[in-house]
C-alpha cells in the first residue's frame, strides 16, 4: 500500500512533529472543556450584562483551535500544479478567519454593552431553590465562572510554548485567547459581585471590559494576519521582530568566497518560510550551478522553517531586497 504524503511529518524535525503532535492534542482538549464550560456558563447567564459577554467569549474562543486544527489538515497536502507553492497559507487564511470573528463580535458586544451603562439598565438577579435553600444565583455564577479559571491558564501557558517552538500563528492566537478566557471570568466574577453589592454599574463595566478585550484580540490577529497574507517582511511567532532566519541566511552566504554582498526578501508562509538570497558575486568568481544547489542546501539546514530558499546570482540588487538587520 503506498503511503499517502504527508508534508508536515516529512519536513518537521522530530522534537518539532512531536511539538505538533501535542500541539493537536491540546487543541482538542481546549474544544472539549469548552464543550462543557459553554452550556454551563449560558445555563446561569441569567440577565447579567457581564455573563452574557463571558458566554459569547466562550463561544468564540472555539474559533482559533478549530482553524487551527483545519489549516494543519491542509497544510499536509503536498504542492500541485495549481497550488505550486503547496498549502501553507491555509494558517494565514484561519488566522484571518479567527481574527475577523473576534473582532465583529467585540464590536457588538461593546456597542451593546456601553448603551447598557448609559440607559442605566439595572440586570436583577434572583434566587433560586436548590437542595432546599433558597441560594442567590450570584453565587452560582461566580462559582461556575471560578472553575473556568484554571484551565485557560494552563493552556495558553502551554501553547505559548508550542506557537513558539513551531512558528505557528494561529496557534499562538489561541493562546492569547486562552489569557482573554481567564481574565474574562475574573471580570464577569467581579461584575456579578458588584451587583450583589448594590453598584449597580459594576456588571456593565465589567461587559464592556471584556468586550474591550475582544476586540482587542481581533483587532491584533486581524493586523497580524492581514499583513502576513500581504507578503509583509517576516517577523517571528508574535510579530514582535525580524525574523532571525533571514539574518543566518546572510551570515552563511556572505562567508562563501564567492561571494561580495547579500540581499534577500523573506515572506511569512504560515509556520514555513520562503526565502529568496540576491547574492552578488566576487568579481571574476561567478559561481557554478554545484556550488549553487550546495549553497541552497546548506542554507535550507540553517532552520527548518526555511522550507523554501531560491539563491540568484545578481549585477544589482532588487530595490524592495532588504540586507542584514544590524546593516539597515
Known sequence: MTRRPDLLADTLPPAEHASLRRAIRFEWATIASLAVAIPLVGIVTGNSQAMRAAWIEDMLSLAPPFAFLLAIRMM???????????????????????????????????????????????????????????????????????????????????????????????????????????????GSIVGVGGIGLGIWWADAAAAIFISGSILWDGVKNTRGAVTDLMDTRATTFDDQHHHPDSDKVHDYLRSLPWVAEVRTRTRDQGQFLHLEAFVLPKRGRMPKLEQLTSAQEECRALDWKLHDVVIVPVAVFPENAAARSGEE
Open 76 to 186: 499536509r497536502r503536498p504542492a500541485t500544479p495549481t497550488y505550486p507553492y503547496g498549502y501553507f497559507r491555509s494558517v494565514g487564511v484561519a488566522h484571518l478567519v479567527a481574527g475577523v470573528a473576534l473582532f465583529v463580535m467585540g464590536a457588538f458586544l461593546l456597542v451593546d454593552s456601553t448603551l447598557t451603562l448609559v440607559r442605566g439598565e439595572r440586570p436583577p438577579i434572583g434566587s433560586v431553590e436548590l437542595f432546599g435553600r433558597t441560594i442567590w444565583v450570584g453565587w452560582l455564577m461566580m462559582a461556575v465562572m471560578a472553575l473556568t479559571i484554571p484551565l485557560p491558564i494552563y493552556f495558553g501557558r502551554v501553547k505559548m510554548r508550542l506557537a513558539r517552538d513551531l512558528h505557528n500563528k494561529v496557534l499562538y492566537a489561541d493562546a492569547d485567547m486562552n489569557k482573554a478566557d481567564w481574565m474574562t471570568a475574573v
